[in-house]
C-alpha cells in the first residue's frame, strides 16, 4: 500500500520522508530475521530511494548496517534478491553521488558471486547491478572495471545443454544480466576521459552479442539490448578506433537483418546501424 502511495506521489513524498524511514527502520529492527517483513521493510525503502532521488542521501547511513547483513544472507534467495535490487535503486537515485558506497558495494557483490550457497538466480541480478552502479558513476568506475569484466567474460562463457531446458533457460537470463552489465558499464563511460578503458574490452563485449544473437531461443529483451549494445560502443568509438570489429561480416548482416521484431527492436536497430555507419567511415 505504501509503496503504491510513494510511487503514486514521486517527489511529493519527501514531506513525509522522515517519518516513513523512522517507521521502516522500527520494523527492520523488529523483525529480526523474518524475511518476508525485511522484503517488504526494504522495497519501501527502494521505492523511497526512487523517488527521492538525490534527496534519498540523508537516509542512507540508517539504512546501510541493516542492508549489509541481508546480503550475506546467503540462504534467503528472496531476501538477498531485493537488497540486491536496493543496491541499483540507490545507485540510480544517487547518480555520481554513489560512488562514495560503490567501493564496499561491489565488495560484497563480488563475494556473493563467489559464494556456493547463493541461488544462481541472485547472481543474474548481481550482474546486472553491476550495471545500475557504472551507469550511476560513470568513470568512478574505473577501479572496479578489470574484475568486473573478467566475471562479464567468464560468465558469458557459460553453453547449455540443449537438452537441460531449465539450464537453457537459465542461460538465456544469465546472458541477458551480462549484457545489461555490459550496457551500464558502456553507457557509463561513453563520453567521458575514461571511454579508451573500453577498447581492450570491445571483442569480447561483441563475442557475447553474436553468440546471443546466433540463438534460435533469443529472446526479444536479449536481441534489443544486443542491438543497444552495438549501437553504445559505435557511439563510444565515432572516429573508427573499432572500424575492422564492426566491420565482421556478421555485424554488417546482423544490422540489415529482415527477420520480424516488434518496432521497438527495429528502432533500436536502425540506430545502431547509424551509430556504426558513422563510427565506420
Same mark, same amino acid.
Given at each position: ?53 538525490? %534527496?534519498?542521501?540523508?537516509? !542512507? ?9 541481508? &546480503? /550475506?544472507?546467503? =540462504?534467503?534467495? @528472496? ?93 538465456? %537470463?544469465?546472458?541477458?544480466? !551480462? ?9 557509463? &563511460? /561513453?563520453?567521458? =576521459?575514461?571511454? @579508451? ?85
Amino acid at each position: 500500500m505504501i509503496i503504491c502511495v510513494i510511487r503514486k506521489l514521486g517527489n511529493g513524498i519527501q514531506p513525509l520522508a522522515d517519518r516513513i524511514t523512522t517507521a521502516v527502520l522500527q520494523l527492520i529492527q523488529s523483525a529480526g530475521k523474518t524475511s518476508t517483513v525485511l522484503e517488504d521493510a526494504f522495497l519501501v525503502v527502494g521505492s523511497l530511494a526512487s523517488a527521492l532521488e538525490t %534527496q534519498f542521501s540523508p537516509y !542512507i547511513t540508517a539504512f546501510l548496517p541493516y542492508l549489509y547483513p541481508a &546480503l /550475506k544472507a546467503h =540462504e534467503e534467495t @528472496q531476501l538477498c534478491t531485493v537488497a540486491v535490487g536496493i543496491i541499483g535503486d540507490i545507485s540510480r537515485a544517487l547518480g555520481d553521488q554513489s560512488a562514495s558506497y560503490a567501493g564496499p558495494f561491489m565488495t560484497v557483490l563480488l563475494e556473493n558471486l563467489q559464494s556456493e550457497v547463493l541461488n544462481r538466480n541472485v547472481k543474474i541480478v548481481i550482474l546486472s547491478c553491476f550495471g545500475d552502479i557504472a551507469l550511476a558513476i560513470g568513470p568512478g568506475f574505473e577501479p572496479y572495471l578489470e574484475t568486473t569484466m573478467n566475471v562479464l567474460r567468464q560468465a558469458g562463457g557459460v553453453q547449455p545443454n540443449p537438452l537441460d531446458y531449465d539450464l537453457v533457460d537459465y542461460v538465456s %537470463q544469465l546472458r541477458e544480466g !551480462i549484457l545489461e552489465a555490459y550496457t551500464g558499464i558502456v553507457t557509463g &563511460l /561513453k563520453n567521458t =576521459e575514461k571511454v @579508451q578503458l573500453l577498447m581492450a574490452h570491445a571483442p569480447s563485449i561483441l563475442q557475447l552479442v553474436q553468440m546471443c544473437l546466433a540463438d534460435e531461443e533469443r529472446t526479444e529483451s536479449v536481441v534489443k539490448l544486443c542491438y543497444g549494445l552495438i549501437g553504445d560502443l559505435a557511439d563510444s568509438f565515432p572516429g573508427g578506433q573499432l572500424k575492422q570489429l564492426f566491420l565482421q561480416p556478421w555485424v554488417v548482416s546482423e544490422l540489415k537483418a529482415r527477420h520480424r521484431m516488434t518496432p521497438d527492436v527495429k528502432k533500436t536497430m536502425r540506430w545502431a546501424r547509424e551509430m556504426v555507419k558513422k563510427a565506420t567511415q
